[in-house]
């Protein structure tokens, strides 16, 4: 889903599946594959893989789990509506 959200710092967005992420690095990791065939993790991909959706949507790494708030899962911000 793409928007006119606003990038600002380290934050970027995926050019070819339009996912937002929090910092370089974790876009980095959320394209695999050799260069030149890189391809996308899909969202179910990188949810099993350890990424999660922050507050604001962008895509972060699954922080240590001493320092994850109870609530800390994909669809519990915003109402739920995501998956
Ligand atoms: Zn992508």
Redo the contacts with the bound molecule.
Sequence with gaps: MRSDRKLSGDRCM??????YFNRTSV?DR??IGKLGEK???TVTQMDSGGFRKNLHGYWVRKIAASRRPPNWRIGSFGGGSEV
């Design positions: 995926c050019p070819t599946c339009g996912e876009f959320h394209r391809r996308c993790l």
